[in-house]
T-cell receptor
Framework: RKEVEQDPGPFNVPEGATVAFNCTYS??????FFWYRQDCRKEPKLLMS???SGNEDGRFTAQLNRASQYISLLIRDSKLSDSATYLC???????????FGTGTQLKVEL | GAGVSQTPSNKVTEKGKYVELRCDPI?????LYWYRQSLGQGPEFLIY????????DSGLPNDRFFAVRPEGSVSTLKIQRTERGDSAVYLC????????????FGPGTRLTVL
């Protein structure tokens, strides 16, 4: 079983839709969690960190449930420019090496 | 400011050859990471440097893979006797201190082993 699991998609949604991605992790020692965004043939870039209290950044909301080992990302009012792969990421240990999920592909359409 | 840079951007080699991939981290970042990303997968951790020393090399798949960072800045990932299964995008990332700080990724080197 992979340490971080997420549905690969693709999720095809119309512009303006709300879309939710979920992710589960198996390593209870993981200390920090993130969502990274990766555009086609580009490097991953940090979208947002994820906290148990939940955090919001504009149209994006991330949530962590440590009891269920579950992480979510909600995108409201989706834009064409949101089309990308969203990587669920766990970090831990002294150096904080990152453990990535497979990524969920999002396609926002007109 | 300048981000993480990696050279070459593309490398095509033949099975059995030796390759070196270079990473220039963001100036002043003490932590440097190498990851490998295969098609349709997320990046997989290879090795982490704090300064000049390899603090965690648990992700290196076998002894054909080796990395150095002799002066605590530029790092080189070395692959001996390349195999077709080594074909992937090799990503380098750096962060100011390691720990839970954000990692900044370079554009990667796309390695193709024929």
């Amino acid at each position: 079983r992979k340490e971080v699991e997420q549905d690969p998609g693709p999720f095809n949604v119309p512009e303006g839709a709300t879309v939710a991605f979920n992710c589960t992790y198996s390593n209870s020692a993981s200390q920090s969690f993130f969502w990274y965004r990766q555009d086609c043939r580009k490097e991953p870039k940090l979208l947002m960190s994820v906290y148990s209290s939940g955090n919001e950044d504009g149209r994006f909301t991330a949530q962590l449930n440590r009891a269920s080992q579950y992480i979510s990302l909600l995108i409201r009012d989706s834009k064409l420019s949101d089309s990308a792969t969203y990587l669920c990421v766990g970090g831990g240990g002294g150096g904080n090496k990152l453990t990535f999920g497979t990524g969920t592909q999002l396609k926002v359409e007109l | 400011g300048a981000g993480v840079s990696q050279t070459p951007s593309n490398k095509v080699t033949e099975k059995g050859k030796y390759v070196e991939l270079r990473c220039d981290p963001i100036s002043g970042h003490t932590a440097l990471y190498w990851y490998r990303q295969s098609l349709g997968q997320g990046p997989e951790f290879l090795i982490y440097f704090q300064g000049t020393g390899a603090a965690d090399d648990s992700g290196l798949p076998n002894d054909r893979f080796f990395a150095v960072r002799p002066e605590g800045s530029v790092s080189t990932l070395k692959i001996q006797r390349t195999e077709r299964g080594d074909s992937a995008v090799y990503l380098c990332a750096s962060s100011p201190l390691g720990g839970s700080t954000e990692q900044f990724f370079g554009p990667g080197t796309r390695l193709t082993v024929l």
